[in-house]
């Protein structure tokens, strides 16, 4: 469940900021 959590965070900060991870 984490990893969902952190690959759903990681693409939303990716959507607003240019770094994808």
């Known amino acids: ?3 969902s959590l952190e ?3 990681a693409t ?3 959507e607003r900021k ?3 991870s």
């Open 1 to 3: 469940l984490r990893a």
């Open 7 to 9: 690959r759903l965070g």
């Open 12 to 14: 939303i900060l990716g």
């Open 18 to 20: 240019p770094k994808g």
